[in-house]
């Protein structure tokens, strides 16, 4: 099993809906979460923090659930230049300090 | 600002051939990041270096790989000798407090191996 797991996608959804993604980790002593997004062909770039208390920045919202190891990204009044891939990211101690990525979900926004 | 630089953007080669990639990190930053991303595996964590020192290479894959950080503002990826299973999107990044911080990413070197 994966230490962080997404569901690869892609979701297909119009302009104006609203979609969430979910992020699973399997370290229950993971200690930082974060959502980065990567357009195709480019670098990953860092979409925001999730904080525990959860966290929100315009159309997007970011949650954790630690009793359920997960974290969550809702983005609501899709655009079309929303389509990317996003991946989650967790971190933990483990000797060293780990940074772990998911595969990413990809998003296609459609007109 | 510049952004964190890589070099070359694209590379390719024959196999059994040396292959040496370039980053730059951000000025100030002291933590710098080697990964690679294919579409199978992913983003993997190859190798991170903390105040020029490296901290975790577990994930090289195998001696065929080496990096070095020589000083504050330079790293280099080594593949010697490449294979064609080599081929992938190398990413440098970099973060300026440690591995738990926002990481600041290069825009990758395309690798392919013939």
């Known amino acids: 099993r994966k230490e962080v797991e997404q569901d690869p996608g892609p979701f297909n959804v119009p302009e104006g809906a609203t979609v969430a993604f979910n992020c699973t980790y399997s370290n229950s002593a993971s200690q930082s979460f974060f959502w980065y997004r990567q357009d195709c062909r480019k670098e990953p770039k860092l979409l925001m923090s999730v904080y525990s208390s959860g966290n929100e920045d315009g159309r997007f919202t970011a949650q954790l659930n630690r009793a359920s190891q997960y974290i969550s990204l809702l983005i609501r009044d899709s655009k079309l230049s929303d389509s990317a891939t996003y991946l989650c990211v967790v971190t933990h101690t483990s000797g060293t300090y780990k940074y772990i990525f998911g595969t990413g979900t990809r998003l296609k926004v459609l007109a | 600002d510049a952004g964190v630089i890589q070099s070359p953007r694209h590379e390719v080669t024959e196999m059994g051939q040396e292959v040496t990639l370039r980053c730059k990190p951000i000025s100030g930053h002291n933590s710098l990041f080697w990964y690679r991303q294919t579409m199978m595996r992913g983003l993997e964590l190859l190798i991170y270096?903390?105040?020029?020192?490296?901290?975790?290479d577990s994930g090289m894959p195998e001696d065929r790989f080496s990096a070095k950080m020589p000083n504050a503002s330079f790293s280099t990826l080594k593949i010697q000798p490449s294979e064609p299973r080599d081929s992938a999107v190398y990413f440098c990044a970099s973060s300026s407090l440690g591995a738990g911080d926002t990481q600041y990413f290069g825009p990758g070197t395309r690798l392919t191996v013939l």
């Open positions: 270096f903390n105040n020029n020192v490296p901290i975790d």
